[in-house]
């Protein structure tokens, strides 16, 4: 009774949590709207400021209460950690050194899980889908991340401290300055405060010379002791120079998409010209993180899978839509996130037919990215796709969704699926003068608006000189369509000039009519939809999913690895020391290595129990042990780890049945009604 009573508690607790967070997502909105308007005042800004913050702190304090109810669902983090750590899954970078925030080595279990995990990544979306796969470099220069937007994007102010010479966020400071002010003088007159706000607000958005001012006028000193000295911008890629005089600027990649993009016109080449199709990057990427924390969920290089679908503007349709349909996704849109705070359960189709989900391929893409997550052992119930706001998406963005995993840490972005439009190769286009497009063979001769050009060549030579075939070439590709000429032919009629890829053309350099033609191809520059998956973040969350404690005993520690990424996937163990025996565990691991079955070998003297609880730890799924009888009958036990049920069967038939295993073609189930069961006491 008192169990279903606290069942019902943490029901309605959750309700309530749910519509809390819609408000605090609805605020959050409101905020970043207001602090983007220029319209917007301080007072406003720092009312709806005031009011998240409620919203937030009356958020926590109902997660307490909900957590105080069901205790044993809590994760046990300390234990995880510990587990982590003395198995050598992970481990500080450079650790006797005394280590480097944001830097991790993966030792062999993690090292050979992320490989495991890889390849089911490659087969299930490269293999699969007839991806073409590039290797590019990690080193990129200035010029194309310029184009990209990546070098404004990613900048912010920094102050150093001068004596010691580290680094902080100059916002961060002011702001971490103005709540411990508020916070120390309660009885501060409202007035008072207000205006301490409005600078807290607006931090952000200062000049380096008004942050300056700000620091100093709040105090806020250096770790020394000493002020701060001045802001600098501060951007959060990896600078370096390329070649030995230093004069070349390059950057080490924030994502590995841009490789990918640049690359377009050879892919579609080695497409043989077809549209639409697929290309697929996994390698590293570099972000100098500020702060970062959260293990291996804010680092400073990463591993990260990243897929860009070209398709036509105009048909976004996925051949193998109907595959996944009727797949069911847990979708948190953006009205629900306003209105509700829940998360609705629905076909892939439906979702797409009502609008929800902008188009098939994207969808596509959501409904086999949760079925990667189920086949490398995700838990489903901790899977959500969350709709990016309107304030959260780029001005290009058609639609965006991240899948997000819940961990002992919330809700993690793991992979956003963005469907990005034209933006990409556009900017690429215009900045290298090169054409980014496809071509659509028409069945039948369609007629198209153009506009027909005449050049005044001698007005056109004498300004542009030598660029004067690559202004009439921007113009001409611009009149293949009318729709898109018609705003310059507006402009010239009203303005006199325009300017088309950088170049300012006036009236007198041409004329135009409008017209029509037959044509048997339309060339058009892509859309990109971009599943982009974060490696680390989601290899983290599997630990963390996979991880739990015996019941009848909590210091064994399992984690349950499905055997397709485990990183073993067999034990094999000697009941004793004897030659004979050891002879045979011999045979057994170097068949099922030939096989391609990653094998542990533990002939040490340990208990055999505890040899049992050792591999359970790293997650290894089966352990075959040779005993006694092994030596006069030829079979050998068979141990499943999450049932720790075991079968007796020949030898011979291990290395088939653990590889069909490995690949799902036979289960624990079906092993068990083939072989006869055993009991072994474990201690």
């Not at 005044?456 to 611009?478: C, M, P």
């Not at 310059?488 to 325009?498: P, V």
């Not at 730890?617 to 049920?645: H, N, Q």
């Amino acid at each position: 009774m008192a169990s279903t009573n606290a069942a019902e508690g943490s029901t309605a607790l959750q309700d309530e949590l749910d519509a809390l967070n819609a408000k605090i997502t609805k605020k959050g909105s409101l905020v970043r709207e207001l602090k983007k308007a220029s319209s917007s005042n301080a007072d406003e800004i720092a009312s709806a400021v005031d009011a998240l913050k409620q919203l937030k702190l009356e958020a926590e304090s109902l997660r307490k209460k909900k957590e105080a109810l069901d205790p044993t669902a809590q994760f046990n983090r300390k234990v995880f950690d510990e587990l982590i750590l003395r198995k050598m899954f992970i481990v500080p970078s450079f650790e006797i050194h005394g280590g480097v925030k944001g830097l991790f080595d993966l030792g062999p279990p993690a090292c050979a899980l992320k490989a495991s995990m890889v390849d089911v990544w490659r087969k299930h979306f490269v293999l699969a889908e007839s991806m073409l796969e590039m290797e590019c470099t990690c080193l990129t220069p200035a010029v194309v991340l310029k184009t990209s937007g990546h070098v404004e994007r990613f900048t912010d102010l920094m102050v150093k401290d001068p004596v010691g010479g580290e680094c902080f966020r100059a916002d961060k400071l002011l702001e971490d300055a103005i709540d411990e002010l508020i916070e120390g003088n309660p009885d501060m007159p409202t007035s008072e405060k207000e205006d301490h706000l409005r600078i807290q607000i607006q931090a952000d958005a200062f000049s380096p010379k008004e942050l300056d001012e700000q620091l100093v006028k709040y105090g806020c000193k250096a770790p020394s002791g000493e002020m701060y000295g001045p802001s600098f911008p501060f951007n959060l890629m990896f600078k370096t120079s390329i070649g030995p005089e230093g004069t070349a600027v390059g950057y080490l990649r924030p994502e590995t998409a841009q490789g990918l993009f640049v690359n377009f016109r050879r892919l579609l080449d080695a497409n043989a010209q077809k549209m639409p199709f697929a290309a697929a990057q996994i390698g590293l990427g570099f972000r100098n993180e500020i702060a970062p924390r959260s293990g291996l969920l804010r680092v400073r290089e990463f591993c990260m899978g990243e897929i860009e679908h070209f398709v036509n503007p105009d048909d976004k349709s996925h051949p193998n839509f109907s595959s996944v349909a009727s797949k069911e996704l847990v979708l948190f849109g953006r009205e629900d996130q306003l209105g509700s705070g829940k998360t609705k359960t629905i076909a892939v189709g439906e979702a797409v037919s009502s609008g929800l989900v902008n188009n098939e391929t994207l969808a596509y893409f959501m409904a086999r990215t949760q079925l990667f997550m189920e086949k490398i052992g995700m838990d489903p119930t901790r899977l959500r796709f969350r709709q990016h706001l309107t304030t959260e998406m780029a001005h290009y963005a058609c639609d965006c969704w991240d899948l997000e995993i819940q961990s002992s840490y919330g809700w993690v972005e793991c992979v956003g699926h963005a469907d990005r439009a034209c933006y990409d190769l556009a900017v690429h286009s215009k900045a290298t003068k090169t054409p980014m497009v496809a071509t659509l063979k028409l069945d039948e001769a369609r007629e198209v608006e153009v506009a027909k050009l005449k050049f005044d060549r001698k007005s056109l030579g004498k300004t542009f000189k030598a660029n004067q075939r690559v202004v009439a070439s921007a113009l001409e590709a611009v009149a293949e369509s009318w729709a898109d000429f018609e705003p310059i032919a507006k402009e010239l009629e009203t303005e006199g000039k325009t300017t088309v890829d950088g170049f300012e053309i006036t009236k007198d350099m041409v004329t135009w009519k409008k017209t029509s033609k037959k044509v048997h191809e339309i060339k058009f520059t892509p859309s990109v939809i971009e599943p982009s998956f974060g490696m680390g973040r989601i290899l983290y969350s599997l630990l963390e999913h996979c991880f739990y404690q015996r019941d009848a005993d909590e210091q064994r520690c399992v984690m349950k690895f499905k055997p397709a990424v485990a990183p073993q996937k067999c034990a094999v163990l000697p009941i004793s020391s004897g030659a004979e025996v050891n002879a045979v565990v011999d045979d057994i691991a170097a068949e099922l290595m030939e096989s391609d079955l990653a094998t542990r070998v533990d002939k040490s003297t340990a208990a055999l129990g505890r040899r049992y609880a050792r591999v359970d730890e790293i997650g290894v799924p089966f352990a075959v042990t040779v005993d006694f009888d092994t030596l006069t009958d030829g079979t050998v036990t068979l141990r499943e780890r999450d049932s720790m049920a075991q079968i007796r069967l020949p030898k011979s038939d291990v290395t088939r049945l653990v590889f069909d295993f490995v690949h799902g073609r036979f289960t624990w189930e079906e092993a068990t009604a083939k072989y006869p069961v055993v009991q072994v006491k474990e201690d």
